[in-house]
């Protein structure tokens, strides 16, 4: 049935720069093939000083609203620490106790089939889940009065768990509206420049990956990269600057990995933008076999300051997981952060310990490694259980076991193959011990058994 008055709740976490990017795609999107369609949108604020009792009071706001249906986005939100999947099951939970007859629904690329069915009968208060890229389904939800007619969601209906196709993807992005030039993110944007110092704010240029590393949620479902036009793309960073946004990140999984499309792009970046200095600065993510010393070189012309690439461990063995050959030369790393000085770039590495087949002993290799070069950051993870990867599915494989799951983020393994409990901890003190010895470098650290956060 269909619904009449739909909020749509994300999470905003004030501790860092951050923008519901997902959320306003679908409802740019929505706005534009379903104008009938009415929505309101609303933030429930996290932090790591928030206490997890303290989300039931959020479920007292939500109910102020009086809506049919609540959907809580969880995909704005990156990473473990920050996945607030548990916390959401607690809201709805003290939500229908407040709302019997309310519905309420999450949206997730991260909640494939298999996961959706299990959520539905573990959690017999949560009613559907939107899965995969949110514009097809959400538009479907709101537009649709029959659920079995609507492409990408599970759902209650009795006593079954219905499990509808997944939703096609759409293939070009041109469709999807901007929702920073239809101005959705103005309030958002002032708000974020008004109470902090030079933020940063989420573009998008590409979707999909054609990669597989085990420890990613695409490893299951990877698709072929689709590009938002190059024109869209530069006036969305004019806009940004032009309401005086200072800094980009760009969230694609490996920023213009099409040598062609950079060359495009970079020159109608420089009609765009004539002089780099007045433009914001792009922090982007790439992987290191893409780069070289002209791609760099091209990167610094487009004004990127920041590239993050995934190190994680230089174990021969293990370099499968990270989609690489096991012969891959680590030397390009020397490379890369030769080449980014010239162009004041700086380097942010991550690396995951607890990685099956991989061991304590290699761990503080790649340690010894990443502080030799000196990067500007290091981002330093226990692997945890991305749900829907090839990790997750193959559990029983890797010997992994995972230990309490907490309810603001994704479960911490506790061992895998080649690591017990106590390597997990010796590798964390080793991280933190490389923390004080290198000063240089700031560090995040993100463990069951320590955290630490550099700004």
């Not at 920050?82 to 909640?111: H, N």
């Not at 005086?244 to 490996?254: A, E, F, Y």
């Not at 461990?313 to 020397?334: C, G, M, T, W």
């Not at 895998?416 to 933190?432: E, G, L, V, Y």
Request: proline share 5%; with cysteine; glycine share 4%.
């Amino acid at each position: 049935m269909k619904a009449n008055k739909i909020l749509l709740v994300y999470f905003d976490h004030k501790g860092v720069n951050y923008t519901p990017l997902d959320l306003g795609y679908a409802v740019a999107y929505l706005r534009e093939y379903a104008p009938q369609s009415t929505v309101k949108i609303l933030p429930v604020v996290v932090g790591r000083e928030k206490k997890i009792s303290d989300f039931t009071k959020d479920a007292y706001v939500i109910a102020g609203h009086e809506s049919d249906t609540v959907i809580f986005f969880l995909d704005n939100i990156i990473w473990s620490g920050m996945f607030y999947e548990g916390v959401t099951l607690r809201i709805i939970a003290k939500l229908r106790k407040l709302q019997p007859e309310i519905k309420v629904g999450l949206q997730s690329y991260k909640i494939a089939e298999k996961r959706s069915t299990e959520l539905l009968e573990k959690n017999p208060k949560l009613d559907f889940i939107l899965r995969g890229e949110a514009e097809v389904p959400l538009l479907g939800y709101c537009t649709q009065k029959d659920l079995a007619k609507i492409s990408g969601i599970s759902y209650r209906k009795s006593k079954r768990i219905v499990v509808n196709k997944d939703a096609h993807l759409i293939t070009n992005l041109s469709k999807i509206p901007s929702p920073y030039l239809e101005g959705l993110f103005d309030d958002f944007i002032k708000s974020k420049l008004a109470s902090k110092k030079n933020p940063f704010f989420y573009l998008t240029t590409a979707r999909g990956c054609p990669y597989r590393c085990h420890y990613c949620f695409r490893s299951v479902k990877f698709a072929e990269v689709r590009n938002f036009p190059i024109d869209r793309v530069l006036a969305e960073m004019k806009y940004l600057s032009e309401k005086g946004v200072k800094k980009i990140s760009v969230l694609d999984d490996t920023f213009m990995a099409s040598p062609k499309h950079l060359d495009d792009f970079l020159k109608a970046y420089k009609k765009v933008f004539p002089n780099k200095k007045k433009a914001p600065t792009l922090s982007v993510m790439t992987r290191p076999e893409l780069l070289d010393e002209k791609i760099i070189a091209k990167f610094g012309a487009i004004n990127v300051n920041h590239i993050h690439i995934g190190l994680q461990s230089i174990n021969p063995d293990v370099q499968y997981l990270a989609s690489r050959k096991n012969n891959f030369d680590f030397k390009i790393f020397e490379m890369i952060l030769h080449e980014s000085k010239k162009h004041k770039i700086v380097i942010k590495l991550d690396l995951i310990f607890g990685l099956p087949g991989d061991s304590l002993e290699w761990f503080g290799k790649t340690l010894d490694f990443a502080t030799s070069l000196s990067p500007y950051y290091l981002q330093i993870k226990q692997l945890y259980l991305n749900p829907n990867t090839l990790l997750d599915l193959k559990q029983s494989e890797y010997k992994i076991k995972i230990g309490q799951k907490l309810p603001r983020n994704a479960p911490l393994i506790k061992s895998s193959k080649n690591w017990q409990p106590r390597d997990i901890k010796k590798a964390c003190a080793m991280a933190m011990q490389a923390r004080e010895k290198f000063k240089k470098i700031k560090f995040k650290i993100v463990s069951e058994y320590g955290y630490c956060f550099d700004k």
